[in-house]
């Protein structure tokens, strides 16, 4: 048996690798606090349980149509009605398998062979693998902590060629938490337009922004250039749901029809009962993300004032619930980089983290502080006395 090459050069995912090494720690009797995986410890609210319980029970549970039932479609839409003022149409609306499909899905319908495509660095772990299963060359436009690892138009233009096609934009961002101003993300879209790259808008953490910031979003610019731009949107982060796999584009009603393509002949419609509990999450009350926002912006808090102890530099992010310390100054010959930092950190402190080299940045780490108050900070006493020796 030969497995073919494209795969070969792919990289597992990072995050789930180390995840199933915390696992089989558990597994072994060792207690383990993760603060690996970007899950909100949250509950799905109970009317959107509801909801799904009563699909199942009206069984509704047979095919769907590919891009989404009618009603979760204009319910996508209309949340860029609701919270930007910039509506779309239902035409315009693929619903997929969380937020991880749409992406792959735009990329394989946008991206040709040997097309270019920018990635602002650090970057979440999947877009450089997704743009090489397309066949595209990732250009990684690197960012630093003295920018709050944000991108501008100038670090964007010197990296962009004549075979620049796409730009993957995510703010919040994951790994770092931090936001684009919606000044910063027009700019960015004036000098896209400019040189006609289109731009992948992935929102996914929008709804969690901590004030004094204020969401940002590119749906103005997508309703005004709907051939420019697509948003990836998705309620694994803002409403509990990572299990429930429930994602979304909006864009031109040509590039759905492509994305269709590329669904139909890999999963088809994602679950029927998640798309009924998926459009009353979306129609109804958005209480548990003010909810959430109070615990992530308290834990957040914390945990900047702990890591700031150990001496290190870090942005404070305004969204989404990461934070992304340049810790380099930590390393030593025996754990040299932060896959072999955050190996020790696992064996010696029993916490579970993410290296910076999965992201792109080997100087740093990522700490998700998506789990309580208390184990968050026995969590992260436990690191700081590792690397600090206190």
Same mark, same amino acid.
């Given at each position: 048996?030969?497995?073919?090459?494209?795969?070969?050069?792919?990289? $597992?995912?990072?995050?789930?690798?180390?995840?199933?090494?915390?696992?089989?720690?558990?597994?072994?009797?060792?207690?383990?606090?993760?603060?690996?995986?970007?899950?909100?410890?949250?509950?799905? @609210?109970?009317?959107?349980? %509801?909801?799904?319980?009563?699909?199942?029970?009206?069984?509704?549970?047979?095919? *769907?149509?590919? @891009?989404?039932?009618? %009603?979760?479609?204009?319910?996508?839409?209309?949340?860029?009605?609701?919270?930007?003022?910039?509506?779309?149409?239902?035409? %315009?609306?693929?619903?997929?398998?969380?937020?991880?499909?749409?992406?792959?899905?735009?990329?394989?319908?946008?991206?040709?062979?040997?097309?270019?495509?920018?990635?602002?660095? @650090?970057? =979440?772990?999947?877009? $450089?693998?997704?743009?090489?299963?397309?066949?595209?060359?990732?250009? !990684?436009?690197?960012?630093?902590?003295?920018?709050?690892?944000?991108?501008?138009?100038?670090?964007?233009?010197?990296?962009? *060629?004549?075979?620049?096609?796409?730009?993957?934009?995510?703010?919040?961002?994951?790994?770092?938490?931090?936001?684009?101003?919606?000044?910063?993300?027009?700019?960015?879209?004036? =000098?896209?337009?400019?040189?006609?790259?289109?731009?992948?808008?992935?929102?996914?953490?929008?709804?969690?922004?901590?004030?004094?910031?204020?969401?940002?979003?590119?749906?103005?610019?997508?309703?005004?250039?709907?051939?420019?731009?697509?948003?990836?949107?998705?309620?694994?982060?803002?409403?509990?749901?990572?299990?429930?796999?429930?994602? =979304?584009?909006?864009?031109?009603?040509?590039?759905?029809?492509?994305?269709?393509?590329?669904?139909?002949?890999?999963?088809?419609?994602?679950?029927?009962?998640?798309?009924?509990?998926?459009?009353?999450?979306?129609?109804?009350? =958005?209480?548990?993300?003010?909810? #959430?926002?109070?615990?992530?912006?308290?834990?957040?808090? #914390?945990?900047?004032?702990? !890591?700031?102890?150990?001496?290190?530099?870090?942005?404070? @992010?305004?969204?989404?619930?990461?934070?992304?310390?340049?810790?380099?100054?930590?390393? *030593?010959?025996?754990?040299?980089?932060?896959?072999? #930092?955050? *190996?020790?950190?696992?064996?010696?402190?029993?916490?579970?983290?993410?290296?910076?080299?999965?992201?792109?940045?080997?100087?740093?780490?990522?700490?998700?502080?998506?789990?309580?108050?208390?184990?968050?900070?026995?969590?992260?006493?436990?690191?700081?006395?590792?690397?600090?020796?206190?």
């Amino acid at each position: 048996m030969r497995i073919s090459d494209r795969l070969e050069r792919i990289k $597992p995912s990072a995050t789930l690798a180390v995840n199933a090494k915390a696992q089989e720690l558990r597994a072994q009797g060792r207690e383990v606090i993760s603060l690996a995986v970007g899950q909100p410890d949250f509950n799905t @609210p109970q009317h959107v349980v %509801e909801a799904a319980k009563a699909a199942l029970d009206e069984g509704f549970t047979r095919y *769907t149509a590919v @891009p989404g039932i009618p %009603e979760l479609r204009e319910a996508v839409a209309g949340y860029y009605g609701r919270f930007y003022d910039a509506p779309a149409t239902a035409d %315009e609306a693929i619903i997929s398998n969380g937020g991880k499909q749409v992406l792959y899905n735009l990329l394989m319908a946008l991206v040709n062979p040997g097309d270019e495509v920018l990635i602002p660095g @650090p970057y =979440w772990v999947s877009y $450089p693998a997704m743009v090489q299963l397309a066949e595209g060359v990732s250009v !990684i436009v690197p960012a630093t902590a003295d920018n709050d690892f944000l991108v501008s138009v100038a670090d964007l233009e010197a990296k962009r *060629t004549s075979r620049t096609r796409v730009l993957i934009l995510n703010s919040p961002s994951n790994p770092t938490g931090c936001c684009y101003t919606q000044d910063q993300l027009d700019e960015i879209a004036d =000098w896209a337009l400019k040189n006609d790259v289109f731009i992948i808008s992935d929102e996914v953490y929008d709804r969690l922004v901590y004030a004094p910031a204020t969401p940002a979003s590119l749906a103005g610019f997508r309703a005004a250039h709907p051939e420019n731009c697509a948003l990836v949107g998705a309620l694994s982060k803002s409403f509990c749901m990572t299990g429930w796999r429930i994602g =979304w584009s909006v864009a031109h009603a040509d590039l759905v029809k492509a994305m269709i393509k590329v669904q139909g002949q890999s999963t088809s419609n994602i679950s029927a009962f998640s798309q009924k509990a998926a459009t009353v999450a979306l129609n109804g009350s =958005w209480d548990i993300v003010e909810t #959430m926002k109070e615990a992530f912006v308290r834990r957040r808090d #914390m945990a900047y004032e702990i !890591i700031a102890g150990w001496g290190a530099q870090c942005p404070k @992010p305004d969204g989404a619930f990461y934070l992304f310390p340049v810790l380099d100054n930590f390393y *030593t010959k025996d754990a040299p980089d932060s896959a072999a #930092m955050c *190996t020790r950190i696992l064996e010696e402190a029993g916490v579970a983290l993410v290296p910076g080299s999965a992201f792109g940045d080997d100087r740093c780490i990522r700490f998700s502080y998506a789990l309580d108050d208390a184990t968050l900070k026995d969590a992260l006493t436990r690191v700081g006395r590792v690397l600090t020796g206190k």
